[in-house]
């Protein structure tokens, strides 16, 4: 284990101030627990009105303990904990539990105290665990210095799964949804409002534990996220699963979350795309988070997402290859050797194709199971097994179907998965180890969830050399001009309309005889960003007399706005098959992002667009977009050619390359629209805004 949070995750000491001595008290679960669970350490009450607590010397003070200890759990409240937490910085503690609420989820007082927390972090080395928390709880060693009553109503066991959570009741759910599926579960720790220790760090620390082989968190904001970057690296590395929930995705649930642990929330497509770049797979609920445990402890790393599904119901065969369009897998198409070997096994009136119906064949046979798996397992394109059994029961070996199953698990190391909602039927395959689930739904949602996870970790990190150094054009203001924006991103690399700015309407004139019109001439300010709301764009003018009247009438209007006057563009009208936008902005928590989408005048209420963290590959580029309603498009619809998303990609790649290059002086980009034509065809930028970050 990392050495990291050492003095919280193992520590050799532990004192309880306001230890009870009841069990079912805040102030007595600790003690309670550490003494039931193995715990070898050291111990030390302290409550000034007791002389012992459970059975234990209890001390009247911390100052009174015959050593300093390594971690102490502070369970009184308010004055008294904030009084504790100093007392222990002072002594030269390792680490400190705060149990107490009523802080940064409150009010600005209590956001106060927990600043105050995180500068005697920063200066003594001290790391604090909350406020508002459960606590943290370690069954490798007993080490639990929290107070969930889940440990009482669902006994522990240790095991390979670690539960990081910064609500303690979800971390307490996600335990007891663990062990009701069997499963043990080695740390359960509850960060609460995060005024030091993040979720992030405590799976830095847990994920260095090697006999965790599944992490699973819950989280209402992403505190320190290139911590949580790393683990997530490292994590690659040991092939440890990381799956998360990430509370707060429409706005009343940032607003709640904003109430219940004062977090900030986090933008959620980048939380999606921050989570994508990184190999972690997000689920919705904590139910979620349990219900695929199992599977990533079996092993399960399919390497496609071509499913095999067998059933003794061709309605349950129909439903399945329903559930597994809407999750996303594919039905495996067998080789005509494979169908034959099938048929062997199977009446004349069966379904040797997938999905494969063995029919009610099954009361009469039971080992048509075992007959029909080994015959599809040497089919190049199965990757995966679905076994649906809606009915069975007397008459039906279903031992032996269990058994079958489980050893074609084991020979052929593919994962396979079945949905009995019989508890005579379920109870059987789980006794041989068989991954058992419900219904078609959770079990297929299971199998794609791997599949898409495990591809996930196995892709490449993305990587772009270094770009070249971007220098922004000195002024006060806020913006670029629109001549300045296109001029920058050309110089990336970054095709942009033949254009010119002009001083004069003579040089408006020149510029239109030049180009050969059609043109559109805009007016160029640095003090008006967003041009169209001022009626200061003309599109589509055909002759050099128009042009002049655009000219002057921009010039009159930027006049009256009392703004300045960088003068006034004269840009080509770009021909291509349809509009995108490309934008980009300075996270404050993930740094550059990229988004890319549908564009024109109405992105903004259509809002179809992707979000990419950098670095990204063109591929990447394509997968989301692929993922928007505009997809159909690509391709071409009603006589259209394929658009040349290839060129799209560049542009995106060439954007983030820029955000990259500027190393914080550029606050967001917006090119807006890009012209995109046919395959081969290109991209071209015929409008940008670039905004600088502040000072």
Same mark, same amino acid.
């Given at each position: 284990m990392s050495d990291l949070l050492e003095s919280a995750l193992n520590p050799r000491s532990v004192a309880i101030i306001g230890a009870s001595e009841q069990p079912n008290k805040i102030g007595g679960r600790p003690i309670y627990y550490m003494e039931r669970h193995g715990y070898q350490g050291r111990i030390y009450p302290i409550n000034p009105s007791r002389t012992q607590v459970q059975g234990l010397k209890c001390y009247p003070s911390l100052a009174a303990l015959?050593?300093?200890? +390594?971690?102490?759990?502070?369970?009184?409240?308010? #004055?008294?904990?904030? @009084?504790?937490? #100093?007392?222990?910085?002072?002594?030269?503690?390792?680490?400190?539990?705060?149990?107490a609420s009523g802080f940064g989820e409150v009010d600005e007082a209590g956001r106060a105290v927990q600043r105050h927390w995180a500068e005697l972090a920063r200066k003594t080395g001290m790391r604090v665990y909350g406020p508002n928390t459960h606590g943290l709880a370690n069954f490798g060693n007993g080490a639990i210095a929290g107070f969930s009553t889940m440990f009482i109503e669902?006994?522990?066991?240790?095991?390979?799964?670690?539960v990081l959570s910064q609500s303690g009741g979800m971390s307490a759910m996600v335990y007891g949804l663990l062990r009701g599926r069997g499963l043990g579960v080695r740390q359960v720790h509850a960060t609460g409002n995060e005024a030091d220790v993040?979720?992030? +760090?405590?799976?830095?620390a847990v994920a260095h534990d090697p006999d965790v082989k599944l992490l699973l968190l819950y989280m209402e904001n992403i505190a320190k996220p290139h911590v949580l970057a790393r683990t997530a690296a490292y994590a690659r590395t040991r092939d440890l699963p990381i799956i998360a929930v990430k509370a707060g995705r429409s706005t009343r649930g940032q607003q709640a979350a904003s109430s219940h642990t004062g977090a900030l929330a986090n933008e959620d497509r980048v939380v999606d795309a921050f989570f994508r770049h990184h190999g972690i797979f997000r689920v919705r609920d904590p139910h979620a988070l349990a219900l695929a445990a199992e599977a990533y402890l079996k092993g399960w790393r399919p390497q496609g997402r %071509?499913?095999?599904?067998?059933? %003794?119901?061709g309605a349950s065969c129909v439903m399945a290859a329903d559930v597994a369009e809407e999750v996303g897998l +594919?039905?495996?198409r067998l080789a005509p050797a494979t169908e034959q070997a099938v048929a062997k096994s199977l009446p004349g009136f069966a379904t040797t194709s997938n999905p494969i119906d063995i029919t009610a064949a099954l009361l009469s046979n039971s080992g048509l199971f075992g007959e029909v798996l080994p015959a599809v397992a040497t089919d190049p394109t199965a990757d995966m097994f679905f076994i649906n059994i809606p009915v069975a029961g007397a008459g039906y070996d279903v031992d032996r179907f269990a058994r079958d @199953?489980? #050893?074609?698990e084991r020979q052929t190391g593919k994962p396979v998965a079945v949905s009995a909602w019989q508890e005579s039927v379920a109870a059987a395959f789980r006794a041989q180890g068989v991954a058992t689930f419900a219904n078609e739904t959770e079990a297929l949602t299971v199998l794609s969830q791997v599949a898409v996870h495990t591809a996930m970790m196995c892709k490449p990190y993305?990587?772009?050399?270094?770009?070249?150094?971007v220098v922004l054009p000195a002024s006060t203001q806020p913006f670029l001009n629109e001549a300045q924006s296109l001029a920058l991103v050309a110089q990336h690399g970054i095709p942009v309309v033949f254009h010119q700015l002009c001083q004069t309407e003579a040089q408006a004139r020149q510029a239109f005889a030049r180009m050969g019109g059609p043109v559109v001439v805009k007016a160029c300010s640095a003090e008006v960003p967003h041009k169209s709301e001022h009626g200061l764009v003309a599109l589509n003018l055909h002759s050099a007399d128009q042009v002049a009247v655009a000219f002057n009438e921009q010039c009159n209007k930027l006049g009256a706005m009392g703004v300045s006057k960088d003068g006034v563009l004269v840009a080509a009208m770009h021909k291509g098959l349809h509009e995108f936008m490309v934008g980009a902005r300075l996270d404050p928590d993930f740094g550059p992002v990229v988004v890319v989408g549908a564009g024109g005048k109405y992105v903004e209420a259509l809002k179809d667009y992707a979000v990419l963290l950098t670095p990204f590959t063109a591929e990447d580029v394509k997968v989301a977009l692929r993922g928007l309603r505009i997809a159909p498009l690509l391709e071409?619809?009603?006589? +259209?050619?394929?658009?040349?998303?290839?060129?799209?990609?560049?542009?995106?790649?060439?954007?983030?390359?820029?955000?990259?290059?500027?190393?914080? #002086?550029?606050?967001?980009?917006d090119l807006n629209p890009v012209m995109v034509g046919a395959t081969g065809v290109g991209a071209m930028v015929l409008d940008g805004l670039i905004e600088r970050a502040p000072a």
């Open positions: 015959p050593e300093v200890p +390594e971690l102490v759990i502070v369970v009184v409240a308010g #004055q008294n904990a904030v @009084a504790a937490v #100093q007392e222990c910085a002072d002594l030269g503690v390792g680490a400190v539990v705060v149990m669902v006994p522990p066991m240790d095991g390979p799964v670690a993040t979720v992030a +760090e405590m799976a830095w %071509n499913l095999v599904v067998i059933s %003794n119901s +594919e039905l495996a @199953a489980a #050893q074609f993305a990587t772009w050399p270094p770009g070249e150094a071409g619809v009603r006589g +259209e050619p394929a658009l040349d998303v290839d060129a799209l990609a560049n542009v995106a790649i060439s954007v983030g390359r820029l955000m990259v290059g500027a190393e914080g #002086q550029i606050a967001s980009i």
